[in-house]
């Protein structure tokens, strides 16, 4: 099985599943905010909540390294 580096999960806390109010409002599956991940609990299959958490895996690893990104882009 394939596992996520864990250096790619600094800054994340914690991963909370269900409907919440902001992702009703902006219509989206999921969103990093404060060190935690949101993912809906309404999703096609498998494939898609795995989907959802790599894609907010990689806002939280820009977030964490705006350093890094904003010397990269330079």
């Known amino acids: ?3 996520i ?3 790619l999960t600094t800054g994340v806390d914690i991963i909370y599943i269900g409907q ?9 599956d999921a969103y990093y905010e404060d060190g935690a991940i ?3 609990n309404v999703q096609e299959d498998e494939m898609d909540i795995i989907d959802d958490i790599i894609h ?3 806002h ?11 010397r990269e882009r330079i």
Do not use: C, G, Q
């Open 1 to 3: 099985s394939a596992r």
């Open 5 to 7: 580096p864990f250096h």
């Open 20 to 28: 919440f109010p902001k992702m009703l409002e902006r219509d989206i």
């Open 38 to 40: 949101y993912v809906t």
């Open 56 to 58: 907010e895996l990689a």
């Open 60 to 70: 939280a690893a820009e977030r964490n390294n705006d350093e890094l990104m904003l």
